[in-house]
Antibody, heavy 113, light 112 residues
Framework: VQLVESGGRLVQPGGSLRLSCAASGFTLSNFWMHWVRQAPGKGLVWVAR????????TYADSVKGRFTMSRDNTKNTLSLQMNGLTVEDTAVYYC???????WGQGSLVTVSS | DVVMTQSPLSLPVTLGQPASISCRSG???????????LNWFHQRPGQSPRRLIYKVSNRDSGVPDRFSGSGSGTDFTLKITKVEAEDVGVYYC?????????FGQGTKLEIK
């Protein structure tokens, strides 16, 4: 099982960014998938989750209306579209399988002017 | 949101000695499906979290048997029988019964 995030970078407040997560070593359609973030030096925060086929998606209140999670089971990828970024969104973003049984290495998003 | 409260937040332990971390939730973690979704994670500096225990007491694959989880309802405990050097880092409890899933603040284990 491998999860590899990409797309993190420095972005200005109010900007947008799309993170991707490439999954391998398992059948993506068998699992709920999630995004979790960790601000520098802080704890873990669950951001979003999506069911196996993308028909159910739920978000933390802090990102609702700004972030959109999607998945393509045929391409074994997840995405997190992040709009209206603020400095409070600065964090390492992890994609994780199921209820955290496997994690990627994380992708750092820095929101700063 | 369900508040998860861990104690202690700092845990200095002598190698070979036992360690215990408590986690309390603001409401019962018993799901309507009968399961209790309380997990424990370990995060070493600069690394991704690794799940150790799922549904209160089930060890993940490859997790040494010196780790054990117990509890029910709102009170849970992670125990390490004999701490080894590789056990340093931050331990988090996490509830997956109520959305949004929430983590405890983390307990930093260090070697004395």
């Amino acid at each position: 099982v491998q999860l590899v995030e990409s797309g993190g970078r420095l972005v200005q407040p109010g900007g947008s960014l799309r993170l991707s997560c490439a999954a391998s070593g398992f059948t993506l359609s068998n699992f709920w998938m999630h995004w979790v973030r960790q601000a520098p030096g802080k704890g873990l925060v669950w951001v979003a989750r999506m069911n196996n086929y993308g028909s159910i998606t739920t978000y933390a209140d802090s990102v609702k209306g700004r972030f959109t999670m999607s998945r393509d089971n045929t391409k074994n990828t997840l995405s997190l579209q992040m709009n209206g970024l603020t400095v409070e969104d600065t964090a390492v973003y992890y994609c994780t399988r199921g209820m955290g049984d496997n994690w990627g290495q994380g992708s750092l998003v820095t929101v700063s002017s | 949101d369900v508040v998860m409260t861990q104690s202690p937040l700092s845990l200095p332990v002598t190698l070979g000695q036992p360690a215990s971390i408590s986690c309390r939730s603001g409401q019962s973690l018993l799901h309507t499906d009968g399961s209790t979704y309380l997990n424990w994670f370990h995060q070493r500096p600069g690394q991704s979290p690794r799940r150790l225990i799922y549904k209160v007491s089930n060890r993940d694959s490859g997790v040494p048997d010196r780790f054990s989880g117990s509890g029910s309802g709102t009170d849970f405990t992670l125990k390490i029988t004999k701490v080894e050097a590789e056990d340093v880092g931050v331990y988090y409890c996490m509830q997956g019964t109520h959305w949004p899933y929430t983590f405890g603040q983390g307990t930093k284990l260090e070697i004395k």
